[in-house]
């Protein structure tokens, strides 16, 4: 039998989420997700446990917060039907159902505390009342079924259908091969470099086919500043950066020995 294991008064990060968010009366759709990831945090730092397994649930939830916090930075993602997805969903999904079954508990709880002091009596029905069953006439049967009643019917076993699909794994997506790897991008950054002595940050994002492309071309142009090789300025505030080249790029022979690795 498996052995609960409380950390003071939570069971689990969902239900310390769920602490969190009725303690400062926040509407669970809306969550301010940089307040809640602070709180979070602030207790995650002050938890003192030896057991790994329970630590590590409530580590995964505090990378989820911050990934979820990241996202929010991010320009929103528009679903095929033209609406933007909000990073927040998936949480709020989760906290909802545990919300229903932590209530379901204590429901349960009542019902098993009051069927203490419930007593049954053992059936006394003979044995050929149990045994018998009533003819049953076909054309009786269906003699008062209409086209409205099969309707309900058909509703019914449809409603049935869909119960059965999972709510959360049936939203679950495809993991997709990786567009391309930051040394890749950094062996292209080289050959733009050598092409475009100075050029616009911006256009060169702008020349990106998707999201993907942009960030690992941006860790690129950081990796490629921490190396010396390029200089970047901005000549005032919202103004376009200007990136230059600082060595040719046929002497880059650290950027080769980096994407060997």
Same mark, same amino acid.
């Given at each position: 039998m498996?052995?609960?294991?409380?950390?003071?008064?939570?069971?689990g990060?969902?239900d310390?989420?769920?602490?969190? /968010?009725?303690?400062n009366?926040i509407?669970?759709?809306?969550?301010?997700?940089v307040?809640?990831t602070?709180?979070y945090?602030?207790?995650i730092?002050?938890?003192?446990? %030896?057991?790994?397994g329970t630590?590590?649930?409530f580590l995964?939830?505090?990378?989820t917060?911050?990934?979820i916090?990241c996202?929010m930075?991010?320009?929103?993602?528009?679903?095929?039907?033209?609406? %933007?997805e909000?990073?927040r969903?998936?949480?709020?999904?989760?906290l909802?159902?545990?919300?229903?079954?932590?209530?379901m508990?204590y429901?349960?709880k009542?019902?098993l505390?009051?069927?203490?002091?419930?007593?049954?009596?053992k059936?006394?029905?003979?044995?050929e009342?149990?045994k018998?069953?009533?003819?049953?006439?076909?054309?009786?049967?269906l003699a008062?079924?209409?086209?409205?009643?099969?309707n309900q019917?058909?509703?019914s076993?449809?409603?049935k259908?869909?119960a059965?699909?999972d709510? /959360?794994?049936?939203?679950f997506?495809?993991? %997709?091969k990786e567009?391309v790897?930051?040394?890749d991008k950094?062996?292209?950054?080289?050959e733009?470099?050598a092409?475009?002595?100075?050029?616009s940050f911006?256009?060169l994002?702008?020349?990106q086919?998707?999201?993907i492309?942009?960030?690992?071309?941006f860790?690129?142009i950081l990796?490629?500043?921490?190396?010396?090789?390029?200089?970047v300025?901005q000549?005032?505030?919202?103004?376009?950066?200007q990136v230059?080249?600082?060595?040719?790029?046929?002497?880059?022979?650290h950027l080769?020995?980096?994407a060997?690795?």
């Amino acid at each position: 039998m498996a052995i609960s294991v409380k950390i003071n008064v939570f069971e689990g990060p969902l239900d310390l989420l769920l602490h969190l /968010i009725e303690k400062n009366k926040i509407d669970i759709y809306d969550i301010p997700i940089v307040e809640i990831t602070d709180q979070y945090m602030e207790y995650i730092h002050g938890m003192e446990t %030896e057991d790994l397994g329970t630590m590590s649930e409530f580590l995964v939830m505090a990378a989820t917060l911050l990934d979820i916090k990241c996202k929010m930075l991010l320009p929103r993602e528009v679903n095929e039907e033209g609406q %933007e997805e909000d990073p927040r969903e998936e949480l709020v999904q989760k906290l909802l159902e545990y919300k229903m079954y932590k209530y379901m508990s204590y429901e349960l709880k009542d019902k098993l505390d009051g069927a203490a002091g419930v007593f049954y009596k053992k059936a006394t029905i003979p044995g050929e009342v149990l045994k018998y069953r009533e003819p049953v006439d076909p054309k009786e049967l269906l003699a008062s079924l209409t086209l409205e009643k099969l309707n309900q019917i058909y509703k019914s076993i449809l409603k049935k259908q869909e119960a059965k699909i999972d709510p /959360i794994r049936s939203k679950f997506g495809t993991i %997709e091969k990786e567009e391309v790897s930051l040394s890749d991008k950094m062996l292209e950054m080289k050959e733009y470099a050598a092409a475009h002595h100075r050029f616009s940050f911006r256009k060169l994002l702008e020349g990106q086919t998707s999201r993907i492309q942009v960030i690992v071309t941006f860790l690129s142009i950081l990796e490629l500043m921490k190396m010396g090789y390029i200089h970047v300025e901005q000549e005032a505030l919202f103004d376009d950066i200007q990136v230059e080249v600082q060595e040719n790029p046929e002497t880059w022979r650290h950027l080769t020995e980096f994407a060997d690795e």
